[in-house]
């Protein structure tokens, strides 16, 4: 069978992609009605199972070497909606599993509702948009449908922004109304991109699409703006420099869990359907402009957000401005990754390395900060000196996560930046290789901003200190990031899958 | 001019306008109402696009009507959303601007 029939019918362990929404979707509605104290149980059950079905879908995808596809309800595309799961997918289901299980076990004491004490609504918001959250994403990881992921996305954004203002306070309900406004203009306008798609080929599904624009003797105009369109739309999404005012105010105000899964896992959402459209719908369209202006984007997202980063007063602030340059290095994939030369597969692996990384790092020096502030009821740097004496394994987890960050060896964000550093040399593209070393310093300067004073020998008043528990699963999640800096080579096949299918 | 080129046309204003509120208009309600006159002229689009596309020969397609449909529903819940958010700030610090220099009531 050809590889557009395959992906046009359910194989076997295609199943396991409806699980993989259903549960967390039973979750949140099942949540909804048992009130927060349940909501609670459920969610905390359902994660382990959801991170069980995660990991059988990433075998899966690793053993068969293909695409995992299931047909809804049987009616194959056009008509019908289809859902996929090549590497990338498994890949970040599996993350997204690992972070929201480790955000809510993390939250557990925040949003925790005692037996002799009434119902409360924050609980009961929390851990059903969490479920939301988890469930909006694998619908964005698996969809192969353009109109599926818009819903997809739209669903990610009404999870994500309640979850920055939980607390009510005006300045985070300020920054959940500007995030909320970013992402509702940023859909429309990949809706209209969408619309447009449709009526230049007659299907949104992305493997039909993707043959439409290939067989096409011309390529209509309409395609070209339908790009432009959804790419811009996305890219205020997932905060990308110069669209990024919304994210430092939502990030740093959120509750610490809510944070960590924003920071970790909802900008890479509208990110993986970047990469979607410019490597699965539109290969043959991604001219050498074009990718340069994502990368050139990506890079001034780099050292902006770096040397803004370098400036914050506030920890949590400096981790949210961190993100806007993490960011950039994801979009410096899309000059080198586009082609089937031998280095462009070794950027698509420093790109994909790259979202993972830092998912686990950001999460974890998120988490860390939150123990921080929870402990010393601030989280202003100036006053964080001798935090190091008084809680050095959180202090351990946030250098560890810095690591990551900075790309030093062992770590993921070390392979991943040299994976993309390797791909500028081979492809001779070097002035790539300049911006990422140039972030990988101004990045240690912010970390170390942090970690130095924090190991400064002066006594400091902890009002209360962080269970063992909470403390490791920030430590479990900087590990993590740490570990993937040794991905074995078969790691780095299974990113490989479904990516040959696109290249012409 | 044909009805169909007509509608398109009117679907290229509301986007226009929409576009041009968001820019200009500083009022978070505002914001949003031209975010609802922008989504309107989308889902105007969708359906006069794809009566030229893969629709052509059909005398109706279904799908970018059932699309539309979710589409103004995803709007609504945004919308309602984005109210409820802008209630529930103004009960907070009796304003409702965005821009943190002018947090203050009048």
Redesign the interface.
Known sequence: MSAVALALATNPGGYLLVLAIVLPVVGMLLSLVAGGRNAERIALALMPAGLGIALVIAFGVWREQAPLVYILGGWAPPLGIALRADGFSAVMLVTAALVVAAAGYFARPLFATPPQRAEARAPLAFWTLLQGLWAALNMVFLGGDLFNLYVALELLTFAAVPLVCLDGRPETLRAALRYLLFALIGSVFYLLGAALLYGSYGTLDIVLLAEGIRAAPVVAPATFAAGGLMTAGLLAKTALFPLHLWLPPAHANAPAPASAVLSALVVKGSFFLVVRLWFDVMPGLASDAAMGLLGALGSGAILFGSVLALRQRRLKLLIAYSTIAQVGYLFLMFPLAAGSEPWNGQAWNGGVMQALSHAFAKASMFLAAGLVAESLGHDRIADLRGIGHAMPMTLFAFGLGGLSLMGLPPSGGFTAKWLLLQATVEGGQWFWAAIVLCGGLLAGGYVYRVVAPALAASPLDVRASPSRGREGIVLALAIAALLLGFAPPGFLGLLQVGRAAIVP | MTAATLAGLTGAAL?GLGVYG?LVLAH?LR??LC?NL??SG?FL??GI??R????AGFAADP??QA?VI??IV?AF??TA??VA??L??FE??GTVT?N?DE?RPE
Do not use: D
């Not at chain 2, 030229?52 to 629709?55: F, H, L, N, P, T």
């Open positions: 986007v968001l978070p914001k949003l975010f922008l989504g989308v689009m969708f696009l794809a030229k596309g893969g629709a799908v970018p699309l979710t589409g995803v819940s945004a959303l984005a958010l802008l529930r700030l907070t610090s965005l943190p947090q």
